[in-house]
Antibody, heavy 121, light 107 residues
Framework: QVQLIQSGAEVRKPGASVKVSCKVS????????IHWVRQTPRQGLEWMGRFYPEDGQAIFAQKFQGRVTLTADTSTDTAYMQLSGLTSDDTALYYC??????????????WGQGTLLTVSS | DVQMTQSPSTLSASIGDRVTITCRAS??????LAWFQQKPGRAPQIIVYKASSLESGVPSRFSGTGFGTEFILTISSLQPDDLATYYC?????????FGQGTKVEIK
């Protein structure tokens, strides 16, 4: 059974940065790609970007280009999302999720439990 | 970018009612469409993937149909446990897009 366990809630001041972790268990990180999604009452679910641990490549939603950094430590099967230049609009619940991957019978897809980020002066 | 338009935004129905939620894509996404259920304080839980494949363990009263740009999630007989917000998600290509969500309330 694949599980994604995220780091705990964070509080930051405007202008600061935050780094959220997502540890994968039950699978090898290099066999997955990891997506990051955030959720706010106003914007709903927003896709932020995708990281490919196998080669370290990442793609981003245009909205987050230049502010988001996606990385991974394959030795610990942990993915990271760093968001810089925080404003109050970044207050949200942040999720990591696997891509859809399939065997001959069915497909699989998993989400972390979410990390609440509060940005406040 | 593919835009997803989901309707209605809120739905009020009685126990036992048949409920349908629609999701339209701004361009064809084939069958690369998933439906999620989200309850307060919980992460989204997948219920349908590839437009019509029911996730393991999901009750058979849930079903998904569609191809290309129009997709439907149906709950054949609404149950109290179905009180939640439902989202569609396209995963055609490298990026994802979500619908705005449909909040299902029990009348």
């Amino acid at each position: 059974q694949v599980q994604l366990i995220q780091s705990g809630a964070e509080v930051r001041k405007p202008g600061a940065s935050v780094k959220v972790s997502c540890k994968v268990s039950g699978y090898t990180l290099t066999e997955l790609s990891i997506h990051w999604v955030r959720q706010t009452p106003r914007q709903g679910l927003e896709w932020m970007g995708r990281f490919y641990p196998e080669d370290g490549q990442a793609i981003f939603a245009q909205k987050f280009q230049g502010r988001v950094t996606l990385t991974a430590d394959t030795s610990t099967d942990t993915a990271y999302m760093q968001l810089s230049g925080l404003t109050s609009d970044d207050t949200a619940l942040y999720y990591c999720a696997t891509d859809f991957f399939c065997d001959t019978v069915r497909c699989y897809h998993y989400w972390g439990q979410g990390t609440l980020l509060t940005v406040s002066s | 970018d593919v835009q997803m338009t989901q309707s209605p935004s809120t739905l009020s129905a009685s126990i036992g009612d048949r409920v349908t939620i629609t999701c339209r894509a701004s361009q064809s996404i084939g069958r690369w469409l998933a439906w999620f259920q989200q309850k307060p304080g919980r992460a989204p839980q997948i219920i349908v993937y590839k437009a019509s494949s029911l996730e393991s363990g999901v009750p058979s009263r849930f079903s998904g149909t569609g191809f290309g740009t129009e997709f439907i999630l149906t709950i054949s007989s609404l149950q109290p446990d179905d009180l939640a917000t439902y989202y569609c998600q396209q995963y055609n290509g490298d990026s994802w897009t979500f619908g705005q969500g449909t909040k299902v309330e029990i009348k």
